[in-house]
């Protein structure tokens, strides 16, 4: 799908916040056609005249931390055909109940077409923005970082990789074939952990290689083969104490399975480099963003 739906200005902000204008375009104009189902708003057309205009505010009903509003702007202004004009606070932005997100002012009925795709995004956007700041806060200044999953929304991955670095976490691959991860499946087909790591580093040499293990004997003989960054799953806090001491530093050593905000603080402090959650983006809660309609002339 072109970008040239887009107003240059909205492309401009998405590609400096590393989202690409053409697949934000796909996305939204697939979403204004599932709304639309090959009609008509029949609602907005019955009851709001066409010369109608007005200004639509996105308000947040909960304290939270912002994620998409050029992505709501981008809604505005693909549903209007670019008669709707918008403005949005910056992404990764704390905001409390009252605040305003974005405002969009034009014609009421492109207004009232675009509100709940523009709602669906940001809510979804700013919820998983704010469980990231959420595990952030949690982790304190310790150096650990909070990553992702894969565990996304099929066709929004992009999208909710990027709400989780505005909630101020790391991004882990973005898809199967910039990284491997050699997970327990992979070490049963391969015949053992060191034999899967090495066929992968064998087949594509240039590629970052993640190695999964489940007990400290399989971290050793991956250390060995010299992985440079190991997933340590379902390790107690006491036993990530001793995976760190075991690595002394020879690799990058990811916390997962069973981690909870309220042992954040505790898994940091063993020295981990990084807490994999996939709960930032399958599991979180959206904000609740409110829409109001103002200024109707």
Known sequence: ????????????????????????????????????????????????PAEQQGTLHLVADAAGVTAGGPVAEAVFAIASQG???????????????????????????????????ALNLLCRLSGIATATRRWVDAIGDRPTRVRDTRKTTPGLRALEKYAVRCGGGMN????????????????????????????VRAEFPGIPVEVEVDTL??????????????????????????????????ARLEASGGLTLDTAAEVAATGVDYIAVGALTHSAPALDIGAHLWEAT
């Open 172 to 199: 882990h691959r973005m898809s199967l074939s910039d990284a491997a991860l050699v997970k327990d499946n992979h070490v049963v087909a391969a015949g053992g952990v060191a034999a899967a790591f090495d066929l």
């Open 217 to 250: 004997e399989q971290l050793e003989e991956v250390l060995a083969a010299g992985a440079d960054l190991v997933l340590i799953d379902n390790f107690s806090p006491a036993q990530m104490v001793e995976a760190v001491r075991l690595n002394a530093g020879r």
């Open 1 to 48: 799908m072109s970008s040239e739906v887009l107003p240059e200005g909205i492309a401009t902000t998405l590609r400096a916040a590393g989202l690409d204008p053409a697949y934000v375009a796909d996305v939204v104009q697939r979403a204004i056609a599932e709304d639309l189902a090959g009609g008509v708003d029949v609602t907005s057309v019955a009851t709001v």
């Open 83 to 117: 008669r709707v004009t918008s403005q949005s606070c910056p992404d990764g932005s704390t905001v409390v109940p009252g605040d305003v997100v974005v405002s969009a002012s034009g014609p009421t009925r492109d207004l009232l077409l675009a509100e709940r795709t």
